[in-house]
T-cell receptor, first 119, second 114 residues
Framework: GAVVSQHPSRVICKSGTSVKIECRSL??????MFWYRQFPKQSLMLMAT?????????EQGVEKDKFLINHASLTLSTLTVTSAHPEDSSFYIC???????????????FGPGTRLTVL | GDSVTQMEGPVTLSEEAFLTINCTYT??????LFWYVQYPGEGLQLLLK?????DKGSNKGFEATYRKETTSFHLEKGSVQVSDSAVYFC?????????????FGKGTTLSVSS
């Protein structure tokens, strides 16, 4: 089956530093990748949608200058949390949609998530 | 806009009990419907899906039927196990639209005791 990896799985950083999270589709090409944020005991909130080779589309209320997304290839997207603060502490999850995966449904494959803790 | 509403938890059951987690949706088009499961400390895993009305998705003893007339996709299992303890998310996405994200319900926590 389709596998999506994320790295790192956990990261702890000091306030003011930047953190990069990688999302990779291991055995398929992903034309579209999505970044979600999940607060404890809550649902996933879509942050942005990125298509390979173009700028990401951010959801309302998400600061694009703070959450930099790059989708440089069909197998890699990165999320950089710039100048992180404690309120950015969360569980970040990416998902990928396979290239040519149209048809009657639109399945996405999720990474295992990255736990970010900002001190 | 499109949305998903699922019953609030937590749901606490004894092993071998019957499980139902209700999920209803609103959508302008013809969505595909999904149930995802998140085990403690892990990412989301697709549990089952249905892509058109009256389809029944099933996996690991779980079932859900796409009911267009009631805009529902309730998750059921006849006999739960302790290992089913997890958070369950109902989700939808508009079919045939490239690049559309999933819209999730708030999740229902299931705890099964032996």
């Amino acid at each position: 089956g389709a596998v999506v990896s994320q790295h790192p799985s956990r990261v702890i950083c000091k306030s003011g530093t930047s953190v990069k999270i990688e999302c990779r589709s291991l055995d398929f090409q992903a034309t579209t990748m999505f970044w979600y944020r999940q607060f404890p005991k809550q649902s996933l909130m879509l942050m942005a949608t990125s298509n390979e080779g173009s700028k990401a589309t951010y959801e309302q209320g998400v600061e694009k200058d703070k959450f930099l997304i790059n989708h440089a290839s069909l197998t890699l997207s990165t999320l950089t949390v710039t100048s992180a603060h404690p309120e950015d502490s969360s569980f970040y999850i990416c998902s990928a949609r396979a290239r040519g995966g149209g048809g009657s449904y639109n399945e996405q494959f999720f990474g295992p998530g990255t736990r970010l803790t900002v001190l | 806009g499109d949305s998903v509403t699922q019953m609030e938890g937590p749901v606490t059951l004894s092993e071998e009990a019957f499980l139902t987690i209700n999920c209803t949706y609103t959508a302008t088009g013809y969505p595909s419907l999904f149930w995802y499961v998140q085990y403690p400390g892990e990412g989301l895993q697709l549990l089952l899906k249905a892509t058109k009305a009256d389809d029944k998705g099933s996996n690991k003893g779980f079932e859900a039927t796409y009911r267009k007339e009631t805009t529902s996709f309730h998750l059921e299992k006849g006999s739960v196990q302790v290992s089913d303890s997890a958070v369950y998310f109902c989700a939808l996405t508009e079919a045939n639209q490239a690049g559309t994200a999933l819209i999730f319900g708030k999740g229902t926590t299931l705890s099964v005791s032996s």
